[in-house]
């Protein structure tokens, strides 16, 4: 069955501190995963996906089969970042995962 | 075209009444979907149209819920005989289906208040 798996709800780092977002994936088929994001009062939007492994705001995530995950990585957050993320799975359609909730310190 | 469209944004309703949304996707997109999301929680898929056809429906969707999508443009989802636990964030989102890579487009919502 497909899964997606957020550990952290909340999740908080100092300005100018790396962050990272885990996100963990069972699929059976070759995955394709995503990252949205939902800055405070706005829409869901999609922030970065694998298959164009590109960095978006700073943001990286990268693809590991053997160990099932798609981390979100940041090197040095931003008050900015503060926002909820969500991990997703693309089947036919997409699977969330529960949300991160990050918070940045100034 | 601004994007996803959602009318309205909030609902209150009282329990045993029914309610319909309505979701206009992005115009060239052929795939519109609806989910559904409650506190805490991620976004839960409810159906999917490609074009005019309705692809796949969730088991979350039961037979209170309804989702047509007449012309293959904008596509309205009802709830008959709304219950306290449909209260939650109705999310459409819209995609142009062309193979690995593509993203959705959501909308900001219709909150369904069950009273």
Redesign the interface.
């Known amino acids: 069955a497909q899964r997606?798996t957020?550990p952290e709800?909340l999740l908080s780092v100092f300005k100018g501190a790396p962050v990272e977002l885990k996100c963990n994936y069972s699929y059976s088929g070759s995955p394709?995963l995503?990252w949205?994001v939902q800055y405070s009062r706005q829409?869901?939007?999609?922030l970065l996906?694998h298959?164009?492994r590109e960095s978006i705001k700073g943001f990286t995530a990268d693809l590991n089969k053997g160990e099932t995950s798609f981390h979100l990585k940041k090197p040095f957050a931003q008050e900015e970042d503060s926002a909820m993320y969500?991990c997703?799975l693309r089947g036919?359609?997409?699977?969330?995962?529960?949300?991160t909730s990050l918070t940045v310190i100034p | 075209d601004t994007g996803v469209s959602q009318d309205p944004r909030h609902k209150i309703t009282k329990r045993g009444q029914n309610v319909t949304f309505r979701c206009d996707p992005i115009s060239e997109h052929n795939r519109l979907?609806w989910?559904r999301q409650t506190l805490?929680?991620?976004?839960?898929?409810l159906t999917?149209f490609q074009n005019e056809a309705q692809?796949?429906k969730s088991r979350l969707l039961s037979d209170r819920f309804s989702a047509e999508r007449p012309k293959g443009s904008f596509s309205t989802l009802e709830i008959q005989r709304t219950e306290q636990g449909d209260s939650a964030m109705y999310?459409c989102a819209s995609s142009y289906h062309q193979g690995?890579?593509d993203?959705?487009?959501?909308?900001?919502?219709t909150r369904l208040t069950v009273v």
């Open positions: 997606v957020q709800k394709e995503f949205y829409r869901l939007q999609l996906r298959i164009s969500y997703a036919n359609q997409f699977y969330f995962g529960t949300g | 979907y989910y805490g929680q991620g976004p839960e898929f999917y692809l796949e999310l690995q890579g993203g959705y487009t959501f909308g900001s919502g």
